[in-house]
């Protein structure tokens, strides 16, 4: 009933900045906390950034702080993350996903299809 839907995604170079987007349908609770996860090849997926339902607290993994911003509009139900200065470690598959905590992982409960973030040296 809930799909998750990333954008965004793409080939760039490094120092280059991509803002990825995800929109959320279906019936869903608006206090649920979003965030941005990311699986890179041969490793585990990882956090990367994640809001709570009011858009008041973000929280980013030390690998992107300072380089991105989490955001979401609550009424239209999207969430975006600008990623700035990008690194070729940060190629990845991203995912966007829905749960009631930012923390952990394993509380969300819905995942969008993922996007390729692919990042050139």
């Known amino acids: 009933q809930v799909q998750l839907v990333e954008s965004g995604g793409g080939l760039v170079q490094a120092g280059d900045s991509l803002r990825l987007s995800c929109a959320a349908s279906?019936?869903?609770?608006?206090?649920?906390?979003m965030g941005w996860f990311r699986q890179a090849p041969g490793k585990e997926r990882e956090f990367v950034a994640a809001?709570?339902?009011?858009?008041?607290?973000?929280h980013y993994a030390d690998s992107v702080k300072g380089r991105c911003t989490i955001s979401r509009d609550t009424a239209k139900n999207t969430m975006a993350l600008q990623m700035n200065n990008l690194k070729p470690e940060d190629t990845a598959v991203y995912y966007c996903?829905?749960?009631?905590?930012?923390?952990?992982?394993?509380?969300?409960?819905?995942w969008g299809q993922g996007i390729q973030v692919t990042v050139s040296s």
């Open positions: 279906g019936r869903i609770v608006s206090r649920y906390a």
């Open positions: 809001v709570n339902w009011s858009g008041e607290n973000r």
């Open positions: 996903a829905v749960g009631i905590r930012w923390y952990p992982p394993d509380n969300y409960e819905y």
